[in-house]
């Protein structure tokens, strides 16, 4: 039997992205109002048997995730804003996913770790050292995401992210994907389970624990474990999300991904009824590319009721 595909995506300039199981489509609502969509077919990678395997697909799709989303940005800007659709080099890409890359890295693993340092000569204790340093972290996380909200473009993406949550929460609850349908679609849940938010929460807390094996070494070592596990620590996030999407309805499980789906409140806002659209031509447009005889996996009711 055929393994369940989950749909996801990410919210863009006046927009959502949907990946399928071997398409990517954006869906853009331009300065007149239209509905425009644009389908990419995803590289071999990113459905080859290496993406199906634990451990290393989390590692794949942290990448594949920067790379989709940042091609994805700029069709959004292109539409948005009504400028000519210009190809993205692959070296300017990789340009970008590196700096984007190496920002988060030094904001959220490098940054904690100086600050806690000028602290460490009262953390001698290696396990409190890293509790500290994680602490740091997720405040400097939270920060990060209270100051970006202020940005009003940003209060519109999130609500595309609202509505790419909405729209996902009812496909998966067997709401057909109808623009008829999307006065009732907006009363689904605005948390999801598989949100990137909570992944990323899950890193912050995962680091904790990887670091602490590490204990309290050189600063230069300390310094370059937070360079080089950072695709580990995101590979052990990954499955730690898809697990509890899994088992949602045991009580450890949802316990554990509360402050995840809480998290999401800062990320996600109430999406209204356009924006339901451009969430529903997306996901409708990727499912229908992919198997027309395709299930979707039931949402878990007791983390929908949670949320």
């Known amino acids: 039997m055929a393994e369940k595909f989950y749909y996801g995506g990410q919210a863009v300039l006046e927009g ?4 399928g199981q071997k398409n990517l489509v954006t869906a853009v609502r331009n300065p007149g109002g239209e509905i425009t969509t644009e389908v990419r077919p995803l590289h071999s990678l ?36 009504k400028e000519e659709e210009e190809e993205l080099s692959g070296g300017l890409l990789w340009l970008m996913l590196l700096v984007s890359l190496g920002s988060s890295v030094a904001l959220f693993f490098l940054a904690p770790l100086f600050i806690t340092n ?41 609500g595309y992210h609202g509505a790419e949550h909405a729209t996902i ?8 994907l109808e623009l ?7 009363t689904y849940s605005t948390a999801h389970l598989r949100c990137g938010t909570s992944f990323l929460l899950a890193v912050m807390v995962i680091a904790i624990l990887v670091f602490s094996l590490i204990g309290k070494p050189a600063f230069a070592v ?33 316990f554990l991904i509360k402050p995840g789906l809480a998290l999401q409140s800062l990320t996600t806002r109430q999406p209204d009824i ?13 499912v229908e590319m992919d198997n027309p005889d395709y299930i979707p996996q039931k949402a878990c009711p007791e983390c929908e009721a949670a949320t």
């Open 16 to 19: 959502v992205m949907m990946r």
């Open 46 to 81: 990113y459905t080859s048997k290496w993406r199906k395997m634990p451990v290393i697909r989390g590692a794949i799709v942290l990448i594949e995730s920067m790379i989709l989303g940042i091609q994805s940005l700029i069709y959004s800007a292109n539409i948005a804003l």
């Open 118 to 158: 000028l602290m460490s000569s009262f953390l001698e204790s290696a396990v409190l050292f890293n509790l500290i340093e994680g602490i740091v972290r997720l405040v400097i996380f939270v920060i990060y995401i209270k100051l970006v909200t202020l940005t009003p473009d940003i209060k519109r993406v999130f």
């Open 169 to 176: 929460n009812a496909f998966e609850a067997g709401v057909p």
């Open 180 to 186: 008829e349908r999307a006065a009732e679609i907006k």
């Open 222 to 254: 300390m310094f370059a474990s937070r360079i080089i596990l950072v695709p580990v620590i995101a590979a052990l996030s990954y499955e730690f999300t898809r697990f509890s999407a899994g088992h949602c309805h045991n009580p450890v499980v949802r």
């Open 274 to 286: 356009k924006q339901i659209e451009v969430a529903i031509t997306a996901l409708k447009k990727t």
